[in-house]
Structure formats: structure tokens, C-alpha cells
Nanobody, 124 residues
């Protein structure tokens, strides 16, 4: 059962912008801190940004000036607005619900969900 569905990746020229979206089930979205991570070819997966259920944000190194993470609780959707993209931003971007606990029926369970990833390619 797919819990997180990403969209919005694609190809863009350097200097351009993209917005990624991640739709989640409402129970997961309401209970979990969410985040975006990325993995470039041959590199480890890195933090891009996280956002708590209260809206508190944390960004990876040097990304805050260009990237903005946000969440729409009415739509149970997470967003990542990326501006001034460079070739170094080329990677697979993953949405995650990986902080806190959520209600699964009558039980609380740990948040540990990942999307399938969406490719972002920035060309010079």
C-alpha cells in the first residue's frame, strides 16, 4: 500500500525552478513530521529539509536560501519549492514521513514511510 506519492520532478535548466509535491494519507500526514531527502548518483542520501506537524522547518546545509519546504494540512500534501537550481541539485528526491507517531486505527505507530522518489535533472 503506497502511503506517499511524489510528483513534480523533471528536467530544468540551471537557474530555473521546480516544485515537488508529496501526497500522503491523512492519518500519516497529521501525525508525522515530514521531509525531503535527495540522493545524487554515487552519493549518500542527504537531508534537504524537514517540517514538523507544527510547521517548524530545518534545512540541509546551504539550501535554505533557495529551497522552501511547506505543508498544506487541508490537502495532506507536502511541497518543496526549489529556486535557482544548479547542476549540483541533480538527484532523486524522496519524500518521507519519518518523525513522530501517527494513529493507525486505535494504535500509535512510528512514522517511517518513504516515497518512491522523483528524478530532478538540472542541465547547464
Amino acid at each position: 500500500q503506497v502511503q506517499l506519492v511524489e510528483s513534480g520532478g523533471g528536467s530544468v535548466q540551471a537557474g530555473g525552478s521546480l516544485t515537488l509535491s508529496c501526497a500522503a494519507s491523512r492519518s500519516i500526514f497529521s501525525g508525522c513530521g515530514m521531509g525531503w531527502y535527495r540522493q545524487a548518483p554515487g552519493k549518500e542520501r542527504d537531508l534537504v529539509a524537514t517540517i514538523s506537524t507544527y510547521g517548524t522547518t530545518v534545512y540541509g546545509d546551504s539550501l535554505k536560501a533557495r529551497f522552501t519546504i511547506s505543508r498544506d494540512n487541508t490537502k495532506a500534501t507536502l511541497y518543496l519549492q526549489m529556486n535557482s537550481l544548479t547542476t549540483e541539485d541533480t538527484a532523486v528526491y524522496y519524500c518521507a514521513a519519518d518523525r513522530g507517531r501517527y494513529w493507525r486505527g486505535a494504535q500509535r505507530e512510528d512514522c517511517n514511510f518513504w516515497g518512491q522518489g522523483t528524478q530532478v535533472t538540472v542541465s547547464s
